[in-house]
């Protein structure tokens, strides 16, 4: 353990505080507290994201966590914020009028709100549950009908838990007449009655702004982080797995810091983000983005509406034809924009598609196939050209080769056959973390031409031990 890594007195204080996953099995290669460790070495330190110590876990994982902020409430059911928000609004009316709710409120709503609605457990039983968040929903449009009645004080309605309580009710509760004609009132059920997206629907009445967001495996209530630094100055030679080891180059500066719920996507952001740099004048020619940033209109405004250059992977095709290796995706397709027509992987082509600027917002259609030879009609194909934004038309568009956005080059290794990241300085991921956390490491172009001699002599004649220094053959 590192001289800043947190102890386990502190560990057992913040852990329960921390994101949990949404999936159940198989434990996560690298341990929440390893992670958390290292945003307290990249804190204390300084050093850019990429000089974490692989201790600590991949820098993108350390950093992905770092993003993700905790509101500063419970967690609740739908139950449970019923519940609590039909308290809420009992003890706020009872701070704003004491005279009023002791005269309309009997004993038994003491009895049933006097404590936190989860400080006990939920009934074991399903149907005690429902019928638990029924009484619930019942009581709290009881209150209501109370503060809106004509004879109650008119600024009642005026308190903030009325009506905080009054958007819970609507987006939880349903109101349905049997068949006497009688109210009936109820919880929304998600799968038949629907509830409200994730975006507009209230997680606790004490934070209104809060909201479940997700980002792979991971699920959490509160908010998201958008922060940009710059990133001028270059790694460092020297070895990065010491304690608190700082490096010599000058830190990277914050540039822009900017919050929202935890619903809200990344690529949203990419926009506001240039425009609250291009007001403070410190706008970046090249921006670094992860997957989550960027999209096809994106790579365009950012150039022509900033001078911004997005050097970011794009999002992988994760269509089912593309993980099965089957069937049709986008990739399969041609399209000639001199005469308008699209060829599919069977040579069929399609008829004229619409003019140039009548394009859809996608930057590519796909075309599901159920095989590797499924026919495709003209009429699909027509579509999948209109679907193509005229921008990336080839007459109007034409990417660089040697474009980090769009095409990866080979490592600098020259008997690697990797493909290089935009952040890894031409090597592929693999070998840059080599020599990131190489303890003997020099300089680079000297450490790539041992690392290459030491390739060479691995593919040459018969298989060498992958001990270094090892010329032994391996058996067989």
């Known amino acids: 353990m590192g001289r800043g890594d947190l102890s386990n007195e502190q560990w057992a204080v913040l852990e329960p505080l921390l994101p949990r996953g949404k999936k159940s099995g198989r434990p996560p290669l690298w341990t929440k507290r390893q992670l958390v460790n290292g945003i307290r070495w990249r804190t204390r330190t300084g050093a850019p994201w990429r000089d974490v110590p692989a201790r600590y876990g991949p820098w993108q994982t350390v950093y992905g966590l770092s993003t993700r902020v905790l509101a500063a409430v419970r967690l609740l059911n739908q139950i449970e914020l019923v519940g ?47 019928a638990l968040g029924n009484d619930y929903a019942r009581d709290g449009h009881a209150l209501l009908h109370m503060v809106w009645h004509r004879d109650s004080p008119g600024w009642l309605r005026e308190v903030p838990a009325v009506d905080v309580l009054r958007r819970v009710l609507v987006q939880n509760t349903k109101v349905s007449t049997d068949r006497a004609g009688r109210e009936v009132v109820t919880l929304r059920d998600a799968g038949t009655d629907g509830l409200p997206p994730g975006r507009s629907r209230i997680v606790s009445p004490y934070d209104l702004d809060a909201r479940w967001g997700g980002k792979r495996d991971l699920a959490w209530c ?52 240039h425009q609250a740099l291009a007001a403070r004048e410190v706008l970046p020619g090249e921006h670094y983005l992860d997957s989550g940033y960027p999209s096809a209109d994106l790579l365009i405004s950012s150039l022509s509406d900033y001078g911004v250059r997005l050097v970011t992977p794009m999002l992988a095709d994760t269509s089912p034809q593309a993980r099965a290796g089957v069937g049709l995706d986008r990739n399969g397709f041609t399209i000639d924009w001199d005469v308008q027509t699209v060829a599919c992987p069977q040579g069929k082509t399609g008829g004229r598609g619409p003019p140039p600027g009548a394009g859809g917002r996608r930057g ?61 300085r031409g090597l592929c991921d693999s070998h840059y973390q080599k020599w990131l956390h190489d303890p003997d490491r020099d300089d680079m172009q000297a450490w790539i031409v041992r690392e290459d001699a030491y390739l060479a002599r691995r593919r040459s004649g018969p298989r060498v031990c992958d001990l270094r220094g090892c010329n032994r053959s391996t058996s067989h």
Not at 379 to 400: I, K, N, W
Not at 408 to 416: K, N, S, W
């Open 364 to 424: 590519a259609a796909v075309t599901r196939g159920r095989a590797a030879g499924a026919a495709t009609t003209g009429g699909v194909l027509e579509r999948l050209m209109a679907a193509v934004r005229p921008e990336f038309r080839g007459d109007v568009f034409r990417p660089d080769r040697d474009d980090r956005i769009f095409v990866q080059g080979e490592c600098r290794l020259v008997h690697c056959p990797n493909v290089t990241s935009i952040y890894s």
């Open 84 to 130: 609590e928000s039909v308290r809420a609004c009992l003890e706020a009316l009872a701070a704003a009028d004491p005279d009023w709710t002791a005269a309309v409120l009997d004993a038994s709503w003491q009895r049933r709100y006097a404590a936190r609605i989860d400080s006990w457990p939920m009934p074991g039983s399903k149907t005690k549950r429902v």
């Open 222 to 273: 509160g908010f998201k982080l958008h922060i940009s630094e710059s990133c001028d100055a270059e790694a460092s030679a020297a070895s990065v797995d010491a304690g608190d080891w700082v490096p010599d180059e000058p830190p990277n500066l914050v540039t822009n810091v900017t919050t929202t719920d935890a619903s809200v996507p990344d690529t949203v952001m990419t926009g506001p983000i």
